[in-house]
C-alpha cells in the first residue's frame, strides 16, 4: 500500500491515486474509477467487461428469436394439418350439395 502513497492518475498526473485497477494494473484517482460487480475498475476496463457480457447476451437472443420462429412455423404447420384432417373428415354429399336434403341427426 505504501507503493500507491507515490502514484499519480493517470489520466490527471496532477492528482494523487487512490486505487489502481485490477484489470490493466494502472492507477487511477477518484474520479477515473467505478465500483463494477463489488470491484473497483477504471472507465476504460469497464467498458470491455460491459462489451464482453453483452456479447453473450446477443448469442441468447439470437438463439431465442429462431426459436420463437421455428415455434411459430410448428404451430401454423399443426394448425392447418388439423384443420385440413377435418376437412377430409367432411362427407361428399356435402360437396354435391345433397347434404342439405337429410336431417342433421342422420348425418354420419
Not at 37 to 65: F, N, P, T
Request: with cysteine.
Amino acid at each position: 500500500m505504501q507503493d500507491l502513497a507515490y502514484q499519480r492518475c493517470l489520466n490527471h498526473t496532477f492528482r494523487e491515486a487512490v486505487a489502481r485497477c485490477p484489470e490493466c494494473g494502472h492507477y487511477f484517482c477518484r474520479e477515473c474509477i467505478t465500483e463494477h460487480e463489488d470491484r473497483v475498475v477504471c472507465a476504460s476496463c469497464l467498458r470491455k467487461l460491459v462489451e464482453s457480457s453483452a456479447g453473450g447476451r446477443h448469442r441468447v437472443r439470437v438463439i431465442a428469436g429462431a426459436a420463437q420462429c421455428f415455434l411459430g412455423v410448428l404451430t401454423a404447420w399443426l394448425f392447418f394439418y388439423l384443420v385440413g384432417r377435418v376437412l377430409v373428415l367432411i362427407p361428399t354429399s356435402f360437396h354435391e350439395g345433397t347434404v342439405w336434403e337429410i336431417p342433421w341427426w342422420q348425418i354420419q
